[in-house]
């Protein structure tokens, strides 16, 4: 016969604690999806808290990012005298995006060329006329 551990009872395969239920109580996690495998580390549940809400507001920032660039489209493309204005805004939203990592700076660049090169494209027939 091998030898148990400390707490086992034999044949169950189960750990049986001294104090009960009550004697070791379980971590202060938020209720989540039963699928998802939760962290018991304190300083985990921590980061995956603090992931989460980096996750959120980089998303809402990538979502502004889109907004700001079709604005700027739409409005170089209707001859809107303040299409400079929201081109610029929306440049500098990239910028910035790239200076706090949301995206990388490689791809903020390439967003910011392709976006100037659409309003030129977009204002060159309306100067022609």
Same mark, same amino acid.
Not at 32 to 40: E, Q, R, S
Not at 55 to 62: L, P, T, Y
Not at 94 to 102: E, F, M, T
């Given at each position: 016969m091998r030898a148990m551990s400390m707490g086992a009872v034999e044949g169950t395969g189960r750990r049986v604690y001294i104090g009960g239920p009550d004697h070791y109580p379980l971590p202060a996690v938020p209720e @989540?999806?039963?699928? *998802?495998? @939760? $962290?018991?580390i304190k300083s985990q549940i921590k980061r995956n808290r603090q992931n989460q809400k980096r996750?959120? +507001?980089? /998303? =809402? @920032? +990538?979502s502004e990012l889109k907004t700001r660039v079709k604005r700027a489209l739409t409005a170089a493309e209707q001859g809107d005298e /303040? =299409? =400079?204005e929201i081109v610029t805004s929306a440049v500098k939203r990239?910028? /910035? =995006? $790239?200076?706090?990592? *949301?995206i990388h700076k490689n791809a903020a660049a390439r967003r910011k060329s392709r976006l100037q090169k659409r309003v030129n494209k977009a204002a060159s027939p309306a100067e022609g006329e």
């Open positions: @989540v999806d039963p699928g *998802i495998p @939760v $962290a018991n996750h959120d +507001r980089n /998303k =809402a @920032v +990538r /303040k =299409a =400079a990239l910028d /910035k =995006a $790239a200076s706090k990592g *949301i």
